[in-house]
């Protein structure tokens, strides 16, 4: 049964990085913003219905079927008997669509923690992760985590396997500095994934599972002279560097200043680096912004720690 403890209640799920240079669809992180919030409300009409969507001019589906708000929360009620509780929820986007910084992701994992906060917490936050992942997938279909996890739990996350949602959180070193860069060009998510080939050189898989495996070691090591070492992605961005205008030469340009690495976030055209610290982001950001503009690219510069909280009740 549940418990009618408050009647209404506001949560924030924050932007991530998903895939982190050498972990394809099985590692990301959270950041401290942007992020969306959701507010949900027991309403009188039977079932959960999107009330009303805000801060944004695209047209998104009011079906809860097929919104990333509301697909997982459906999941969740179901899951809890109480798919017939009135409830209404209200969506106020605050990050760009294709960003590739989890836009979807946040909103899904916004959905299904304001459900579970409404009706008193019966599940546990790790436990919502089945559903926010259900919830992103009304989005292109797909069953990935590296998004819509760390959005819901904070921190870096490792996805062991998606198919079962088995994921662990892994130790953020503390005084790492993340910066992200929003350049407002269009990619489509369907456009990066078309690029990638479906074959990957042995050389290449060797490459890549080393700085994987190092890139791991160094978080629990706290070790940022290996992490920097490890995060050459020697797979996807080459493949998808075409798609982002002045790629390459932000990237010497971020590296000059003193950045760990610099590549692309999620699948674009967002892009992020590691510093260690505030300082060299905050150059690192200026340096591409001014670079960006002179080329007739308007860019935000995103500068943060790694978020271990994740969403949020507001």
């Known amino acids: 049964m549940i418990k009618r403890t408050q009647h209404a209640v506001r949560v924030f799920a924050p932007a991530t990085v998903a ?8 590692l990301g992180f959270a950041i401290e913003k942007p992020g969306d919030e959701v507010r949900v409300r027991f309403g009188k ?3 959960l219905t999107i009330k009303s969507i805000h801060g944004t001019t695209k047209s998104l589906p009011r079906d809860p ?3 990333t708000a509301t697909k997982g929360a459906l999941a969740l009620l ?12 209200e969506i106020y986007k605050k990050m760009p669509f294709g960003s590739g910084m989890g836009s979807s992701a946040a909103s899904a994992a916004a959905g299904v923690l304001a459900i579970n906060e409404l009706l008193g917490q019966p599940l546990e936050k790790r436990a919502l992760a089945e559903f926010a992942v259900i919830g992103e997938s009304a989005a292109d279909g797909a069953i990935h985590g590296d998004n819509v996890i760390p959005s819901l739990v904070g921190g870096m996350v490792l996805i062991r396997d998606n198919a079962t949602f088995d994921f662990l959180k892994l130790p953020a070193p503390r005084g ?17 994934r078309a690029v990638l080939g479906d074959e990957v050189s042995l050389s290449k898989m060797i490459a890549q599972t080393g700085n994987i495996a190092s890139f791991v070691a160094s978080l629990y090591k706290s070790d940022l002279d290996l992490m920097k ?25 971020a590296l000059k200043e003193g950045a760990m690495n610099y590549t692309i976030s999620g699948a674009g055209p967002s892009m992020f680096g590691f510093a260690q610290n505030t300082l060299v982001a905050e150059n690192a950001s200026a340096a591409i912004v001014s670079y960006l503009a002179k080329h007739n690219i308007n860019a935000h510069p995103y500068i943060s720690q790694i978020n271990t909280t994740g969403a949020y009740k507001m």
């Open 19 to 26: 895939n982190v240079a050498v972990g394809y669809d099985i």
């Open 45 to 47: 009409e039977p079932g």
């Open 65 to 67: 079927e097929k919104n």
């Open 78 to 89: 179901k899951h809890l008997g109480e798919e017939d509780t009135p409830i209404e929820m």
């Open 176 to 192: 790492l500095s993340v910066f992200v860069i929003y350049p407002e060009i269009e990619i489509l998510t369907k456009d990066a």
């Open 229 to 253: 070492r490890s995060l050459t992605d020697h797979i996807i961005e080459p493949q998808r560097a075409q798609l982002i205008p002045h790629f390459y030469e932000l990237q010497s340009m």
